[in-house]
């Protein structure tokens, strides 16, 4: 089976900040978007039960090649990252019309992509990326299963209270959830065999696309302002057992001498 | 909430996958129990084996041999992350890890392949004994005694004597055991043996009760006849002695690199205490004589990284590093002590409690002036090397 999993490589989660055009500046440093590790962990699990090969693609500054070599080092087989000055910008749609491109170029049986971005969290790539290329589309998944025979694809799809079963026949796009299941840690081994696995880097003269189709002068949106939330006070979350949570919060107020 | 600390500079991609991966596995997995385990003095066996699952135990070993093919500058990584998160498992780990590498480049090929697989996952946990209740910084003059036995087709050794001090030793698997085949012989009669838990004659004596790192178990071991089949013999008859100092002397760095993440992690304690502490109308952190403990708390902690950084350098180009990696670990662990001292200074009241991490710190620090060489062992160490420089000849 070969799976192919859509990565972003996204600022490390607090540490977003926006450029001088009010976009979220990526020249910072990225990390795998958290959503896309589940989905990946689903595709290891399956190739490592079935069989097959875990195709990592990814549309990005130079700084997406870390996250693509954690990825590689989790136990993907290959990357693959399209980098082109000319995308800075982009809208949705531009970026769909990339990922579209580079998807024709590809071979897969399932496509499989995370619920939404922490930078971003349109979620419309996915939907908008099965549309284009005429895949059926899969959404919210916990649990994928592939059939022996290699033709269709059942997911278990959450809504509130409950899931649906769904079947589809491949090649099919699969948008996944967190209860899909942790993503591991990558091994120390698998670091080291990481740096032989091939990283195939494309521009977007390579995928056949017009510079001018994408990026900021193409965009279908444009951002007139962004406005941070109110300031707020920091908070301290304790998350741990009643008695540890009580004992934790008679300390914190101590420490402040507010008892 | 940890602050990242400035050490991913010079480094490469695959070192620092490796630092971020530790750092991330040592946050979420290591750091939520160690208040926890040093209360209960308990180790924590279940943890050990994550670490061998991630493959922290195999890290600078070569492939070849079944090791991660990292060097030793990505270990010092590993440490300083173990060390920053818990010092007692940063020990646990670095002695399991001392116990194997005298295998690795002493062993036979039928020991390594007996002896490495079970150390390198983790399955097995290893314990370095040398010292013994009248020998500690004169290891050479160690008494654990071993005599030829067994028959010519079944050769083997009686182990007679103890050691004392064995960290890990309660709960390992596995022991590399220093015994003499002849007192009068002093250094030239040490030798190394590979001991299994379970073997008759072989027994646990009272358990250390520790100031630190106390969830790192640590005990006595009773030899009483015990029967060690010669083919578990490490290396030659008298060469045990060298055995020793070659690992212990790449120990250091592994203890040096631990002590600059215990420093690094009372640094940030500190610094984020003085944020949030304010005393006669502002916070601590607008206090000079407070930034200047700080800053010189910083420089204390920049000069273990650069030193410690520096020795595994040089090992990993092959150099001699006895002397590198003395001077290593006595500025590291010495960093670590005043380092948290003045963390537990900058928390006030708070810092002398147990319900605050830092007094831990402090307690922590302490024992790696002591162990795997003393400091004052390391002074005669590098003094002998910066002599011979001089002489030509070693004075020691
Ligand atoms: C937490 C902990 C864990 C340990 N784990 C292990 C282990 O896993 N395996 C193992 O084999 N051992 C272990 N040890 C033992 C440790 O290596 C010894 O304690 C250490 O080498 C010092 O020996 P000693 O305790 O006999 O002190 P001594 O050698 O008696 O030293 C006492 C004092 O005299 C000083 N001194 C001694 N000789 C000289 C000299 N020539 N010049 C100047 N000063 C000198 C020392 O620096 C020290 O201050 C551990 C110790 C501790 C505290």
């Known amino acids: 089976m070969r799976i192919l999993v859509l990565l972003k490589a996204v600022p490390v989660v607090g540490t977003e900040r926006l450029d001088d055009a009010l976009r979220t500046d990526r020249s910072v440093a990225l990390e795998a978007n958290g959503n896309d590790e589940y989905v990946l962990e689903a595709a290891l699990k399956l190739t490592e039960a079935h069989g097959g090969e875990v195709t990592l693609l990814s549309v990005g500054p130079p700084g997406a090649m870390d996250p693509l070599r954690k990825a590689l080092a989790m136990g993907a087989t290959r990357a693959v990252h399209v980098a082109d000055e000319a995308m800075r910008g982009s809208c949705y749609v531009g970026t769909a019309r990339v990922l579209e491109a580079a998807l024709r170029r590809l071979e897969y049986d399932l496509v499989f992509a995370g619920a939404d971005t922490s930078d971003g969290q349109g979620g419309v790539i996915a939907p908008a990326l099965a549309a284009r290329l005429g895949l059926p589309y899969l959404s919210y998944a916990s649990r994928i299963e592939p059939a022996p025979d290699g033709r269709t694809v059942t997911i278990r799809r959450l809504r509130p209270g409950g899931y649906d079963v769904l079947e589809a026949p491949m090649p099919a796009l699969v948008m996944g959830t967190q209860v899909l299941g942790e993503p591991r840690y990558p091994s120390l081994r698998g670091i080291m065999q990481a740096r032989n696995k091939e990283i195939r880097t494309w521009t977007l003269a390579d995928l056949g696309l017009d510079a001018r189709s994408v990026g900021a002068g193409a965009a279908t949106t444009r951002v007139l302002r962004a406005e941070p939330p109110a300031q707020r006070a920091g908070a301290t979350i304790i998350r741990e057992a009643p008695e540890t949570a009580v004992a934790q919060v008679i300390d914190l107020l101590a420490a402040r001498r507010l008892i | ?396």
């Not at chain 2, 997995?29 to 066996?45: K, L, S």
């Not at chain 2, 008494?143 to 890990?168: E, M």
């Not at chain 2, 015994?179 to 250390?208: N, S, Y």
């Not at chain 2, 928390?347 to 922590?364: A, H």
Request: net charge negative; with cysteine.
């Open chain 2, 1 to 396: 909430m940890t602050i990242v600390s400035p050490v991913a500079g010079g480094l490469a991609d695959e070192e620092r996958l490796l630092q971020e991966t530790v750092r991330d596995f040592a946050r979420r997995e290591v750091a939520p129990g160690v208040g926890e385990r040093d209360e209960t003095e308990q180790f924590d066996r279940v943890l050990f084996t994550k670490m061998g699952e991630l493959g922290l135990t195999a890290v600078p070993f070569s492939e070849e041999v079944g090791g991660a093919g990292f060097g030793y500058r990505a270990w010092t990584l590993v440490m300083e992350e173990m060390g920053y998160a818990d010092m007692a498992m940063a020990v646990a780990l670095s002695v399991h890890v001392l116990s194997q590498s005298p295998v690795i480049r002493w062993g036979t090929q039928e020991q390594k392949e007996r002896w490495l697989p079970e150390m390198l996952t983790g399955t097995c946990l290893g314990a370095f004994a040398l010292t013994e209740p009248h020998a500690g910084s004169d290891a050479a003059a160690l008494r654990l005694r071993a005599t030829p036995a067994g028959s010519p087709v079944a050769p083997t050794y009686h182990l007679q004597g103890s050691k004392v001090w064995i960290t890990n030793a309660p709960d390992a698997d596995r022991y590399l055991v220093f015994a003499t085949v002849d007192p009068a012989a002093g250094p030239r009669g040490i030798t190394a043996f590979l001991v299994e838990r379970g073997t008759p004659g072989f027994r646990f004596g009272r358990k250390e009760r520790k100031l630190g790192i106390r969830s790192s178990s640590a005990c006595e071991l009773l030899f009483e006849g015990a029967e060690v089949p010669a083919a578990n013999r490490l290396g030659e008859e008298g060469q045990g002695y060298r055995i020793a100092l070659s690992a212990l002397a790449e120990g250091r760095i592994s203890i040096a690199a631990a002590c600059t993440g215990l420093a690094q992690a009372a640094l940030d304690a500190a610094a984020r205490y003085l944020t949030e502490r304010t005393a006669f109308g502002r916070p601590l952190a607008e206090q000079q004589g407070l930034r200047f403990m700080l800053a010189e708390m910083a420089q204390k902690v920049a000069i273990a990284r650069a030193m410690t950084r520096a020795a595994a350098e040089a090992k990993d180009r092959g150099e001699s590093i006895g002397e590198a990696s003395s001077l290593a670990k006595w500025t590291a662990s010495d960093a670590a002590m005043a380092v948290t001292t003045d963390a537990v200074q900058l928390f006030g009241g708070y810092g002398y409690s147990r319900e605050f991490p830092v007094e831990r710190m402090m307690r922590d620090a302490k024992g790696a002036q002591i162990y795997e060489g003393t400091n004052q062992i390391h002074r005669l160490i590098v003094a002998d090397q910066v002599l011979k420089r001089v002489t030509g000849e070693s004075q020691h």
